[in-house]
Nanobody, 127 residues
Framework: QVQLVESGGGRVQAGGSLRLSCAAS????????MGWFRRAPGKSREFVAG????????TYTDSVKGRFTISRANAENTVSLQMNTLKPEDTAVYYC????????????????????WGQGTQVTVSS
């Protein structure tokens, strides 16, 4: 079992920054890939960014490339999402997720491949 707890959400004006963190417990953190997803009101869940166990592979959805940075600290069992130049369309509940089946390089962009999810943290960007 893996437990995930997100933190760092909040409200910010357009152009501002936020940093989300996700603390994991259970399992061997460096053995599995981690991802960030979001769900905006009235929309389906969307992949945002993913990182493999040893950070060999990092993937972003096109809309956040150049603005968001995903990173992980295996010694601390944490994964972070630094979000810069935020836009109103980034408003959503953000979730971190663990893909414990992916124990090497590679990152899945499909939420169906992730086994464990955090409770979510709200990010609101005002114009």
């Amino acid at each position: 079992q893996v437990q995930l707890v997100e933190s760092g959400g909040g409200r910010v004006q357009a152009g501002g920054s936020l940093r989300l963190s996700c603390a994991a417990s259970g399992g061997t953190f460096s053995n599995y890939a981690m991802g960030w997803f979001r769900r905006a009101p009235g929309k389906s869940r969307e992949f945002v960014a993913g990182i493999s166990g040893y950070s060999n592979t990092i993937t972003y959805t096109d809309s956040v490339k150049g603005r968001f940075t995903i990173s992980r600290a295996n010694a601390e069992n944490t994964v972070s999402l630094q979000m810069n130049t935020l836009k109103p369309e980034d408003t959503a509940v953000y979730y971190c997720a663990a893909d414990v089946s992916r124990t090497g390089v590679g990152v899945s962009t499909s939420g169906y491949n992730y086994d464990y999810w955090g409770q979510g943290t709200q990010v609101t960007v005002s114009s």
